[in-house]
């Protein structure tokens, strides 16, 4: 089965320092790792080096390892990046698509916002949350009720 991808060249604009071609392949391959639910063995250099140079503002993390750790290392982390992605980063969405890799911001925010990703991963947090409190409730209640 052939894999679908949602970015074309058409949609984005080159710059003096990447092709319209660059910015589709990062698109795809960010939306399908994105996709496959952020796995560590599927976080490379090219997701990253856009990310943190290019994209959303991003300039802190200074490696691939701070990068992941910080962003993407569970799944309420990676719900925080996805509405990070869709508030624009921390700057908001700006520039020349001439100039910048602001065309590729504005159409990875759509279809992140279109794909249901978003609220998967919500749900799946929420669960995890509930998880969590309901296996507290348990310990606390073996801790403090006498039978």
Known sequence: MATIKP?????????????????????????????RGFPVSGWRKGLYDRLHVNLYGHIAEFNMGCFYDVWFANSYKQLSWMKYVLQGGHFGIFGDPDCTWSDVERAFQTWLKESGLVEKQQESCSELTKQRELAQLAALKAKYEKE
């Open 7 to 35: 970015f074309n060249v058409e949609q984005f604009t080159a710059t003096k320092w990447a092709t319209a071609a660059d910015k589709a392949k990062w698109a795809n391959d960010m939306a399908s790792w994105v996709s």
